[in-house]
């Protein structure tokens, strides 16, 4: 039984590695999603694997919208990255956490899960989700009003992306910033940071590059450039 559910989890590894969200039925992530839940099933045996699939399936949950099913799961990854000491393995799945908690307005919660990031940090030294902890808690801050520590934590998360050269967490950090200096209305610096954020994209990253258009033409329209 082991070695058939660990066979179901690669199959469904390679199948979402390959597959664009939108080509996925909900049947098939439901499917992907039971043959995670039949990891937990084997622990030990199936710790690996499960990570793995979780990074792969996440994005196409997150993109679909299934947000409270899936934070259940985070939350058993969650616990079993602490039962057996693997804190690179919780780092990264706060992360995630922080995300979904975040996009669904739950600050507080979010807050709490960056902030077990810059704890795990000093353990695993693991710069990118530790960047991508900054950036959110930047953008949040924004939207609280507090602008000069969003500038901070958002600046900070724009030198880690740069450090390690991941150009699109880069051009999306760009756009944070924007928006901090467009909420300051320090005008030239938000277009600067707009416009720098656009030559990072690589040209099949139109979904980024739309994004930042939009808050560029919000930038254009608050100064009245028509």
């Known amino acids: 039984m082991q070695r058939i559910i660990l066979n179901n989890a690669r199959y469904w590894q390679t199948r979402l590695e390959v597959a664009q969200t939108v080509a996925l039925t909900e049947a098939d992530l439901r499917t992907a999603a039971m043959a995670l839940e039949a990891l937990f099933t084997i622990m030990p045996a199936g710790l690996a694997a499960a990570f793995e699939l ?97 500038r901070v934590l958002t600046e900070s998360a724009l030198a880690e992306f740069a450090a390690i050269g991941n150009a699109l967490r880069q051009a999306y950090t760009e756009n944070h910033l924007a928006m901090v200096y467009l909420n300051l209305q320090e005008w030239d610096a938000s277009e600067a940071h707009f416009l720098q954020g656009l030559a990072l994209l690589a040209p099949e990253e139109q979904q980024a590059r739309a994004y930042l258009h939009q808050n560029l033409g919000l930038l254009y329209m608050t100064t009245q450039q028509f």
């Open 54 to 150: 979780t990074k792969t399936l996440h994005p196409h949950m997150k993109t679909r919208g299934y947000w409270e099913e899936w934070e259940t799961f985070l939350d058993e990854l969650i616990r079993l990255a602490q039962q057996y000491a693997r804190p690179r393995e919780e780092m990264s799945l706060r992360t995630r956490q922080g995300e979904i908690q975040y996009q669904r307005g739950r600050y507080a919660e979010a807050y709490q899960s960056y902030r077990r990031i810059w704890r795990l940090y000093a353990v695993t030294g693991d710069r990118r989700n530790y960047a991508v902890a900054l950036s959110n808690l930047g953008e949040m801050s924004r939207l609280r009003g507090q602008l000069w520590r969003a």
